[in-house]
């Protein structure tokens, strides 16, 4: 993109990872897109602990990136935001590397 500058990348990055985290998220839920807000934890939309840990598997393989082993997802307080936050250090570490 000519005359984008770096940061300007990392933020159309980071909105793309939120949009990109919200369908999967939307689609292991079976809910609409729309239904999945910042603030949405999984067991609000529907997502029981099995289906957890499925999204994670989900969500890895989406971005082609791995949470560390203590960072399962907690089914009752983890929102959608956590989970974009989560996928952006971990593409953010990637990239580093």
Do not use: Y
């Amino acid at each position: 993109m000519p005359g984008t500058t770096q940061q300007q990348v990392f933020e159309i990055i980071a909105k793309q990872a939120k949009v990109d985290v919200a369908n999967v998220i939307a689609k292991q839920a079976k809910v609409d897109v729309a239904n999945v807000k910042p603030e949405s934890t999984l067991k609000d939309l529907g997502i029981a602990s099995l289906e957890a840990i499925e999204l994670i598997f989900d969500i890895e393989e989406h971005f082609d990136i791995h949470f560390p082993e203590q960072q399962g997802a907690n089914f009752d307080n983890d929102t959608a935001q956590s989970l974009v936050d989560a996928v952006q250090k971990a593409l953010d570490e990637k990239a580093a590397s």
